[in-house]
């Protein structure tokens, strides 16, 4: 893999370049480390500028997530209240496992637009990315599940 894809795959607020760990310093003595050694050690390897999400793409994640879950949320909600109404004021009685049942769809559906909602938002800060974000999504699912390979990699 040449620089430019490596770049080019990589997230748009990824900083460029990884900073390497410091090298474990090989002591014999059990003495004190000296000041800069603290200091160092301490340090984390990237700053919380570099690692911050950008306020465009965090904006559109929190639209995204408002309507793939909010949306669901509510509706299960209304469907608690119609069926409350329907059993109160009319003759219409509706099994209780169907309003269960569809509660617990909508309610799940929501949980998973949750989800959807980050992963389908274009993490590009120039590009807004689609309605639906069908893209979006494949690719940034294919980032993560990158990450996770090269994460289980280095512990085995």
Known sequence: MSAEESERDSLPFEPK??????PK???????????????????PPFNK???????VVSQRMIR??????????????????????????????LPP?????VNMGLFGI?????????LSASWDEERAGSLLGLGEFSTN???????WR????KKA
């Open 25 to 43: 310093a090989t002591r014999k003595s059990p003495a004190q480390p000296k000041k800069s050694e603290k200091q160092a050690s301490k340090q």
């Open 141 to 147: 699912w294919g980032r993560m599940v990158e990450v």
């Open 97 to 101: 496992i169907a309003v269960l049942l």
């Open 17 to 22: 370049t990884k900073r390497q760990k410091p």
């Open 64 to 93: 995204r997530v408002a309507g793939f879950c909010g949306v669901p949320t509510v509706l299960g909600i209304v469907t608690l209240v119609v069926s409350y109404l329907l059993a109160t004021y009319t003759e219409i009685q």
């Open 110 to 118: 929501g949980v998973i637009g949750i989800t959807y909602g980050v």
């Open 150 to 153: 090269e994460t289980r990699q």
């Open 49 to 55: 500028q570099e690692m911050a999400i950008p306020e």
